[in-house]
């Protein structure tokens, strides 16, 4: 296991470079850059996309300038400014330099916010912390005796009505179902149960210990459970399908055949095997939840993670967080996805990655 899991590692750095030479190449192709950013603010321009939605001039061109948000401004201002942002240099050395920077963990400091990626990422990771691990196990927590009940009730008017539900469930999109949530139970047109935006309320540090946990669980209650809701379906679906598969098998008509009961049949035999592929995938899915952080379900519950940051990034071409972050995930994910070897092995030790080329 030693051997596989040091190919693992050293595949890491080979992967990491290929996904940021893929990414820092589209992105030299993308117009509107940080410079004309800058530019389009200082001419109170707004968003220097306003400029390419074909606003008018008044019919001249612009000549030898460059940037639409240069007009009025000296080339010596320009020049000093590519310079800040690095873009006085080819592309290839920026890259080698990001790289060498990346590789000791210095991600640079954001071009538009004055605070480091770092700062800047963890200010935000609470609410994707909360959405994601909360979501995640609610949805294991629900999905699983629901699949196993499934399984075992197969083919039963409790299997057909509960795979209707989920799969309902599933076809909804998750933003219009937060917004229900937010007409119904946040003060849209019916009941004001539930607060509108932020994870605690104002005056939460004088709250007792109880009052605190209370109030966070009270402000994340309707966007964990807008984020949830489509997560059910797959799950429980391959958790039933999990169960059947295995409890088909000889193994299972032998344990029945001498005896045992049902539940130790189902829990003590059936359980390990075919929640293998289910349980190993838990880091994956956390993950996926965690960095994948909803836009949509932020924007609506006033939550600013990690969906709003990358949004934000990506629209200001904010480099530094765009590259650091997918530096620091990429890398993240590829250890996860290790680790989600090693979960198949701890629940099942008859697995041998060792034996397998990588």
Do not use: C
């Not at 598969?245 to 045992?260: N, P």
């Not at 993670?305 to 071409?317: I, K, S």
Request: charged letters at 20%.
């Amino acid at each position: 296991m030693g051997a596989y899991i040091l190919r693992r590692l050293f595949l890491i750095i080979p992967t990491l470079i290929g996904i940021m030479v893929i990414n820092f190449a589209l992105i030299q192709f993308v117009p509107g850059g940080p410079v004309e950013q800058a530019l389009a603010r200082l001419e109170g321009q707004g968003d220097v996309f306003e400029g390419f939605a074909g606003g008018d001039d008044g019919g001249e061109a612009l000549g030898e300038e460059t940037y639409i948000g240069a007009r009025g401004l000296p080339a010596e201002f320009i020049a000093e400014l590519e310079k800040e942002f690095g873009f006085d240099k080819p592309p290839l050395e920026r890259f080698l330099n990001m790289m060498w920077n990346y590789l000791r963990f210095d991600f640079g400091e954001s071009y538009f916010r004055s605070i480091s990626v770092i700062d800047l990422v963890i200010e935000k990771m609470p609410v994707s912390i909360t959405l994601g691990l909360w979501s995640t196990l609610i949805a294991y927590l629900v999905s699983i005796p629901l699949g196993i009940r499934k399984a075992v009730r197969d083919g039963s008017r409790f299997d057909t009505w509960t795979s209707g539900t989920i799969i309902v469930a599933y076809a909804i999109p998750g933003f219009l179902f937060a917004i229900l949530l937010l007409v119904l139970f946040a003060g849209g047109s019916y009941w004001k149960i539930f607060p509108l935006r932020g994870l605690t309320s104002d005056g939460w540090e004088d709250l007792s210990l109880i009052g605190k946990v209370l109030d966070y669980f009270w402000h994340i209650a309707l966007p964990v459970l807008a984020g949830t809701i489509s997560s059910f379906a797959t799950l429980t679906l391959l958790t039933k399908n999990s169960f059947l598969d295995e409890i088909r098998k000889h193994y299972v008509m032998t344990a029945r055949a001498k005896g045992l009961a049902e539940r130790r049949v189902l829990y003590g035999h059936v359980f390990r095997n075919a929640m293998l592929i289910v349980i190993a995938g838990f880091p994956s899915l956390f993950v996926g939840v965690f960095f994948g952080g909803s836009l949509i379900i932020e924007t609506l519950f006033s939550l600013d993670g990690l969906g709003r940051l990358g949004f934000e990034a990506a629209v200001e071409r904010d480099y530094p967080v765009m590259f650091g972050t997918l530096y620091a995930f990429g890398l993240l994910g590829l250890l996860v996805n290790i680790l989600s070897d090693l979960m198949y092995v701890f629940i099942d030790p008859r697995i041998d990655f060792e034996s397998r080329k990588v």
